[in-house]
């Protein structure tokens, strides 16, 4: 890939995160009046936009369902219904900022279960970005000194659930079509969103639709904005760009929700982004393939697997 190809995909992944943010702040500013599984199901219809995107000229519609490992493109389908979920929940409850900070954990779980699941050897650089990262946030948690609370709970779901995701597509590997891992991950949050809603369902107001739709579209705008990207750079130099959701986190947070940010904070989501960066660095320089975004599978569940970067599609 040529430089300008490269800086046309970077300049695209920060557009694609600046729209994911704007996104959840509109979730945000329906302040809980509705449960969050409403938005989730929401956002995930509208994340249907950009399936036409993703086909390839081979591909089908129907191999949304097909899979070469049944059992795992069921875990795809749990776990990104409840990062989904749970990403909703985040930020409904939590400053931006603080939601932010404990999804950005994601890489530092990617590494534990690389051990666990992939057997993978991991050195003292690893460890110790994830130390840093776990570190990070005893600071920004502060536990004994605040109330936890389930915005807490959602967003280390959601970075659990996408640290799953990513373990999936390595384990299921080239042999699996985009398709049937985007249309895993979607058909997930639809259903389980969908049917968690049920009960406590409540038609939203005009305002509230407006915030939805807002939700939905940004969303999927971000997701169409990412799989550009990704056809004119590799994961692997995306991966930082995610980290940019902080400082939108901190802009709007302070500008539409008029959240503080205290020293804490700040220290340990410098501590949390460093712990990801030396991680994305060290995948890197190992040749493993990273999906462009981890923020993104709770949004969207794009995956962009090796073959992909190779092909620059």
Not at 19 to 38: C, F, H
Not at 147 to 176: C, D, K, N, Q, T
Not at 279 to 288: K, W
């Amino acid at each position: 890939m040529s430089s300008d190809q490269t800086r046309k995909g970077v300049l695209l992944a920060f557009g694609a995160f600046a729209a994911y943010s704007i996104s959840d702040a509109a979730v945000k500013l329906i302040d809980g009046a509705l449960t969050p599984y409403e938005p989730a199901f929401i956002g995930a219809c509208f994340g249907i936009f950009a399936l036409p995107l993703l086909l390839k000229p081979s591909d089908r519609w129907h191999e949304m369902f097909a899979t070469t490992n049944r059992p795992l493109w069921l875990l795809r389908f749990v776990t990104a219904g409840l990062g989904t979920i749970g990403s909703v929940t985040a930020f409904t409850h939590l400053s931006m900022a603080e939601a932010f900070c404990l999804i950005f954990l994601l890489p530092s779980f990617v590494t534990i279960m690389s051990v666990v699941f992939l057997k993978e050897q991991v050195g003292i650089r690893r460890w110790s970005a994830v130390a840093i990262g776990f570190l990070g946030v005893l600071i920004v948690l502060r536990p004994g000194f605040r109330e936890l609370s389930i915005g807490h709970l959602g967003a280390i779901m959601a970075g659990v659930s996408g640290a799953i995701s990513i373990i999936i597509f390595r384990l299921m590997g080239p042999s699996e079509k985009n398709i049937s891992l985007y249309g895993a991950g979607l058909l997930g949050a639809l259903a389980m969103s969908g049917l968690a809603m049920i009960p406590g369902f409540q038609l939203p107001s005009g305002e509230q639709w407006l915030l939805l739709a807002g939700y939905g579209l940004i969303g999927a705008y971000g997701n169409i904005l990412l799989m550009q990207a990704a056809a004119h750079a590799p994961a692997a130099v995306l991966g930082p760009t995610q980290y940019s959701q902080m400082l939108w986190g901190i802009f709007l947070g302070y500008l539409v929700f008029g959240d503080t940010i205290d020293l804490p904070i700040i220290f340990g989501s410098i501590l949390i982004v460093s712990s990801g960066l030396l991680t994305i660095l060290r995948e890197r320089q190992r040749g493993v393939a990273l999906p462009p975004s981890v923020a993104a599978d709770s949004q969207g569940a794009l995956a962009v697997k090796p073959e992909d970067e190779a092909d620059g599609v």
